[in-house]
């Protein structure tokens, strides 16, 4: 039996087990400039995601905390993706498409290039002005929100990319993400003891690495949160949940690193946050929809998070 046939993603799955992320194909930018092929206007854009995904979540979460609810329409999918992939329909939490009127996000994508044959993800920007996808990248849709939707975002919301920082927090981003937040895909994908092994060093020794940094200052980059801290809270939010059991990262939940969960805690605890959050979209999509990972489609109960506690965090400002 060849190591691909009980993959989740065949397609993505390397000769040695592991498993290598497909590249986004949609990379267009929304730019301020109004000259531009896409200037950021509101109305004009619309977003498909998923409260499961963290990929996703980091988007929705840019829209919430840059107030651009009302620039920037929304469509949730269904957390239970199967062979048609993310199905788009009403139902407890996830929502139609007012847009396009599209029952499955595959034909947003076939709409935009009718030859793509590789696996449909989330998040999706769409562009309702020329009726295609602008970008299926997470990292530049939340850039796009942070930079170039500033003259259109609540006037008191931060930039968690300046400029003047860009090059500490891309170096910090390429690390978490290989190790922590692409790492434990490589552990729940892998289909070989040797792979799963591999990715499962490199995301405790990056967790490890990752506790010891945050026991000398409040956020990864100092006492001010960056781009960086909210790419890395939409893995460490479903860790305990679904990564810890489902995708056998075992060794330790974030719960057991004193750094990590108060740093959790904090970024949980921040206005609007929380509301962004779905622990049953999560387990929900985890549970049910790897059935090479979880035959039986059987949804946990626990773990119940408990993420409004005091964390102390605030001791670590000055520093």
């Given at each position: 039996?060849?190591?691909?046939?009980?993959?989740?993603?065949?397609?993505?799955?390397?000769?040695?087990?592991?498993?290598?992320?497909?590249?986004?194909?949609?990379?267009?930018?929304?730019?301020?400039?109004?000259?531009?092929?896409?200037?950021?206007?509101?109305?004009?854009?619309?977003?498909?995601?998923?409260?499961?995904?963290?990929?996703?979540?980091?988007?929705?979460?840019?829209?919430?905390?840059?107030?651009?609810?009302?620039?920037?329409?929304?469509?949730?999918?269904?957390?239970?993706?199967?062979?048609?992939?993310?199905?788009?329909?009403?139902?407890?939490?996830?929502?139609?498409?007012?847009?396009?009127?599209?029952?499955?996000?595959?034909?947003?994508?076939?709409?935009?290039?009718?030859?793509?044959?590789?696996?449909?993800?989330?998040?999706?920007?769409?562009?309702?002005?020329?009726?295609?996808?602008?970008s299926n990248e997470s990292a530049d849709i939340i850039r796009m929100l942070d930079r170039e939707f500033v003259g259109i975002a609540r006037e008191d919301?931060?930039?968690?990319?300046?400029?003047?920082?860009?090059?500490?927090?891309?170096?910090?981003?390429?690390?978490?993400?290989?190790?922590?937040?692409?790492?434990?895909?490589?552990?729940?994908?892998?289909?070989?003891?040797?792979?799963?092994?591999?990715?499962?060093?490199?995301?405790?020794g990056a967790l490890q690495a990752v506790e010891g940094r945050l026991g000398a200052q409040r956020y990864l980059l100092g006492s001010e949160i960056t781009?960086?801290?909210?790419?890395?809270?939409?893995?460490?939010?479903?860790?305990?949940?679904?990564?810890?059991?489902?995708?056998?990262?075992?060794?330790?939940?974030?719960?057991?690193?004193?750094?990590?969960?108060?740093?959790?805690?904090?970024?949980?605890?921040?206005?609007?946050?929380?509301?962004?959050?779905?622990?049953?979209?999560?387990?929900?999509?985890?549970?049910?929809?790897?059935?090479?990972?979880?035959?039986?489609?059987?949804v946990p109960v626990g773990p119940h998070m408990i993420l409004t506690e005091p964390h102390g965090r605030e001791r670590l400002s000055a520093g």
């Amino acid at each position: 039996m060849s190591t691909t046939s009980s993959a989740p993603f065949p397609r993505e799955t390397a000769p040695d087990g592991s498993f290598v992320r497909q590249e986004s194909v949609f990379r267009d930018w929304v730019r301020a400039d109004p000259k531009s092929a896409y200037p950021a206007q509101a109305g004009r854009y619309h977003l498909y995601v998923s409260l499961a995904c963290p990929w996703a979540h980091r988007v929705i979460l840019y829209r919430r905390l840059k107030g651009l609810e009302d620039a920037i329409s929304m469509t949730v999918v269904d957390p239970e993706r199967d062979e048609r992939g993310w199905a788009i329909c009403d139902g407890p939490g996830n929502t139609p498409d007012p847009v396009n009127g599209f029952a499955f996000l595959f034909e947003a994508y076939a709409a935009s290039v009718p030859e793509f044959d590789g696996r449909v993800t989330v998040p999706v920007l769409w562009d309702t002005v020329t009726g295609r996808i602008i970008s299926n990248e997470s990292a530049d849709i939340i850039r796009m929100l942070d930079r170039e939707f500033v003259g259109i975002a609540r006037e008191d919301a931060p930039v968690y990319c300046p400029p003047e920082r860009e090059a500490e927090i891309d170096e910090i981003n390429a690390s978490i993400y290989e190790h922590i937040n692409n790492g434990v895909y490589r552990c729940g994908f892998a289909v070989t003891q040797e792979a799963y092994e591999e990715a499962f060093r490199d995301v405790f020794g990056a967790l490890q690495a990752v506790e010891g940094r945050l026991g000398a200052q409040r956020y990864l980059l100092g006492s001010e949160i960056t781009e960086a801290d909210w790419r890395l809270f939409t893995t460490l939010i479903r860790f305990d949940v679904v990564y810890f059991g489902h995708f056998k990262c075992n060794l330790r939940r974030i719960v057991d690193f004193p750094n990590l969960f108060g740093y959790l805690c904090d970024l949980f605890q921040k206005p609007l946050v929380g509301d962004t959050v779905s622990f049953s979209h999560i387990k929900r999509h985890y549970y049910r929809t790897h059935p090479t990972i979880n035959p039986t489609r059987i949804v946990p109960v626990g773990p119940h998070m408990i993420l409004t506690e005091p964390h102390g965090r605030e001791r670590l400002s000055a520093g």
